[in-house]
């Protein structure tokens, strides 16, 4: 199984991609698409996440895309902009026939750490354990979509 795990932002979209073998979890790559304010605007910024997710599935033809589920906080802007992007890595998925999993915030947490209410520094250093990473992933948003995909690896392992 390949599993990519997707951190969606406008301005950073954080990427994990795993392999999982018999009990046996490696990471593929690791790392995240910028987009910057642009003439084009937001669609411009859209279509630049597209294209470059389009391309990370091309690569690793994933069994699946995992991501978190929207959540809302203070900034309804920031939030728009996160369910944008979102909209265009389903489609991206969608279009090349691979199935999107969505995973609550406290269902990744419980997942990589035990505890629904762990902290952003215990999931980096958990995460960085768990795959033999040389260091945390940075920006925080790599280690957020490593995150995500290893919730997926471990979910789907139960019936």
Partial sequence: MIVIGIDPG???????????????VTPLAYSCIRTAPCPGGTPERLELIFDEVCRLLDEY????????????????????????????????ARKQGIPVVEYTPNQVKQAITGSGKADKRQMQEMITRLLSL??????????????????????????
């Avoid at 406008?10 to 046996?24: F, H, I, K």
């Avoid at 040389?134 to 139960?158: E, K, N, Q, W, Y």
């Fill in 10 to 24: 406008l301005a950073t979209v954080g990427y994990g991609v795993l392999s999982a073998v018999r009990g046996s």
């Fill in 61 to 92: 033809s994933p069994t699946c895309l995992a991501i978190e589920t929207l959540f809302f906080s203070r900034n309804v802007t920031s939030a728009l902009g996160v369910a944008e992007v979102r909209g265009v890595l389903m489609l991206a």
């Fill in 134 to 159: 040389p260091s945390i992933p940075r920006p925080d948003d790599v280690a957020d979509g490593l995150s995500v995909a290893l919730c997926h690896v471990h979910t789907a392992r139960v019936p």
